[in-house]
């Protein structure tokens, strides 16, 4: 493969959602993404990249397992032996732990790594923003941009950073989160030099962006789901965001968009491409997106495509799939099956298990759908519990019981506590 290295402005690529350390129904993802982490150091330095711009969700949990720790640094130091004169900036998302993820900056540092897992105020009140504004070098080795790097703040974190309101009537949470962003611009306005491009990374779900269906869950808390998209200023050249797994520009502005996730991370996510997205700057404009494909290792597949299948005729089509050979476990395709069923069957599920047994395949899920009238109840008996997000289960539950919507004190009470379950209290 050739080269595309240029020799003007500044050339960042953006990246988000690697979720090191996910498996999907137990089955490991730690082949995938050590494919996709070899390929990215091959196309960084490729393509001359001068900036590698990671919006968050670097690991699946709070308290990822060794080998995802293994697979981050050893992709750190890889990526400094290939392409020595890179700048990675790289922020909290909510699958993170700031702290965590924080605990080795001053080592990563020395490999030019800027990690930024929190917020915080100085003693004299101000914004502690020198971690948070990243001067960013161009092709010619001279500072060309300002990168703004804010990580995931939880609704904790907005109220106890952001001043108080006076505005009664206003959301508290995007009061203070467009506070937080006014004064963060302001700082790096005024630290800014002429002729540098203004960037910003975040994480977080923005009012316009499309999920993944049950892949993310909207966040931060309170009584809203999505954040304003003019909490970005007009003048930043380029907004790189992490949170939505699917890749996408925000608003018809081709300059803010959420990269994706470099690997499907549920079953619906095998039906969209996967990208890195390249971001090309002359001087303070941007001068073009654009974006690559990231390939895919391993096969997701489901029988069928689409809709649900008789017991026999799932049956029937696991039979005549390949039978397993010697070949690398975590290289087979992961597969879900989706049966309908007039009545409930118990043993459904055992029978596509024992038939997909010795099948060159990794069964994640049986899909069990209950019919009647001719189509699929949405919300039948048969429905599996376990291929909803916690928050759509505590809402059915709340209509079932009261025979009516949550309340939205009570929702913001359940999101916070899911929070603090799923990724440590708050910091």
């Given at each position: ?81 290939a392409r020595p004169g890179l700048q990675v900036v790289v922020i909290a998302g909510n699958h993170d732990s700031a ?329």
């Open positions: 493969m050739g080269s595309w290295v240029h020799t003007s402005g500044v050339r960042l690529l953006h990246t988000a959602d690697w979720h090191l350390g996910h498996t999907l129904r137990g089955h490991t993802r730690h082949a995938e993404h050590a494919h996709f982490l070899r390929w990215l150091v091959r196309t960084v330095v490729e393509r001359g990249v001068d900036a590698l711009l990671l919006a968050g969700d670097v690991f699946d949990a709070s308290n990822p397992p060794p080998p995802a720790w293994r697979l981050w640094f050893q992709f750190l130091g890889e990526l400094k032996r702290a965590r993820l924080e605990a080795p900056r001053d080592l990563l540092a020395s490999f030019d790594v800027r990690v930024v897992g929190s917020i915080a105020r100085a003693a004299d009140g101000r914004l502690a923003t020198d971690d948070l504004l990243v001067p960013l070098r161009g092709a010619t080795g001279a500072e060309a941009a300002l990168c703004v790097a804010i990580p995931f703040l939880r609704s904790s974190d907005v109220m106890a950073l952001a001043p108080p309101t006076d505005t009664a009537e206003a959301d508290p949470l995007i009061d203070g989160m467009r506070a937080l962003h006014q004064e963060l611009f302001a700082a790096a306005r005024a630290r800014r030099r002429p002729g540098q491009a203004l960037l910003a990374l975040a994480h977080g779900y923005l009012v316009g962006g499309a999920t993944s269906e049950l892949s993310e869950r909207k966040v931060l808390g309170g009584n809203q789901h999505a954040l304003p998209i003019d909490l970005f200023p007009d003048d930043c050249a380029y907004v790189a965001l992490g949170h939505l797994h699917r890749p996408q520009p925000l608003g018809g502005r081709d300059h803010v968009r959420y990269s994706g996730s470099p690997i499907p991370l549920s079953m619906p996510e095998r039906e969209h491409a996967h990208h890195v997205v390249f971001a090309d700057l002359d001087g303070e404009r941007l001068r073009k997106v654009w974006s690559l494909r990231v390939p895919r290792l391993v096969p997701l597949w489901r029988i069928p495509e689409r809709g649900a299948l008789e017991p026999d005729a799932a049956l029937a089509a696991l039979a005549a799939l390949p039978e397993r050979g010697d070949g690398d476990d975590e290289l087979r395709p992961l597969l879900e099956v989706a049966v309908c069923l007039p009545q409930p069957s118990p043993a459904i599920g055992e029978r596509i298990a024992q038939a997909a047994a010795g099948k060159d395949v990794r069964l994640v899920r049986v899909d069990v759908q209950r019919t009647g009238d001719g189509g699929v109840l949405q919300a039948g008996g048969g429905e599996d519990l376990t291929a909803l997000q916690p928050e759509q289960v505590f809402v059915r539950r709340y209509r079932r019981d009261h025979d009516g919507e949550v309340p939205p004190a009570l929702l913001a009470a359940f999101r916070q506590l899911l929070d603090e379950v799923e990724h440590g209290a708050p910091r």
